[in-house]
């Protein structure tokens, strides 16, 4: 199994500020990716990243793939209560059909 | 539409029973699986299926089982639930070829007493 090391493992923060999640690894995959999942619901895809160096956004979110292709990182800029949720990153490695997920941020977005 | 739906929602079993978790998708994909998820643990895979008729075992298959029904349903079934099955399981399904992105049901809570 390849490990996907997620941090921080918790966050708290205001309304507002801005935010970075970490994703790495040791191994290096094919494609990344990003799922948000709220309590009591199933995680749902955000993003997948494929190239090196990729940089997507999605509105307040920038995500980023490693040069390698061995990191991912995660940023919200003016964070809303909104985005509360758990933040799940995961690796697929080319030839296989199942991801390797991270453990997971938790981020709590206060008013 | 549905995506993908899961039975039950919740669920309670004293040691020792049995149940099956059912999964069924409409979106036509190929692949499905089977995750437990536990606090501080993430998403453990239990079971896939890459396509139907075929099926392999994750990294956490002790105690369970499968059967791929058909292409849209894919079922976990406990034969004898211990309390370390107490977890919150998701069933997935994807379409490859491509990135693999997968796409969750609400998943089942169940509690083995």
């Known amino acids: 199994t390849q490990l996907l090391e997620q941090s921080p493992q918790f966050l708290s923060i205001q309304e507002g500020e801005n935010l970075t999640v970490y994703c790495n690894s040791s191994?290096?995959?094919?494609?990344l990716q990003w799922y948000r999942q709220e309590p009591g619901e199933g995680p749902v895809l955000l993003v997948t990243v494929v190239t090196g160096g990729e940089v997507k956004k999605l509105k307040r979110l920038t995500f980023q793939f490693g040069d390698a292709r061995k990191d991912s990182s995660l940023h919200i800029t003016a964070a809303q209560p909104g985005d509360t949720g758990l933040y799940l990153c995961a690796g697929a490695s080319g030839g296989g059909y199942a991801l390797n997920f991270g453990k997971g941020t938790s981020l709590l977005v206060t008013p | 539409n549905a995506g993908v739906t899961q039975t039950p929602k919740f669920q309670v079993l004293k040691t020792g029973q049995s149940m099956t978790l059912q999964c069924a998708q409409d979106m036509n994909h190929n692949s499905m699986y089977w995750y437990r998820q536990d606090p501080g643990m993430g998403l453990r895979l239990i079971y896939y299926?890459?396509?139907?008729?075929?099926?392999d075992k994750g990294e956490v298959p002790n105690g369970y089982n499968v059967s791929r029904l058909n292409k849209r349903e894919f079922s976990l079934r406990l034969e004898s639930a211990a309390p370390s099955q107490t977890s919150v399981y998701f069933c997935?399904?994807?379409?490859?070829?491509?990135?693999?992105?997968?796409?969750f049901g609400p998943g089942t809570r169940l509690t083995v007493t």
């Open positions: 997935a399904s994807s379409e490859p070829p491509g990135y693999y992105e997968q796409y």
């Open positions: 191994s290096v995959f094919s494609s």
């Open positions: 299926s890459a396509s139907e008729g075929t099926t």
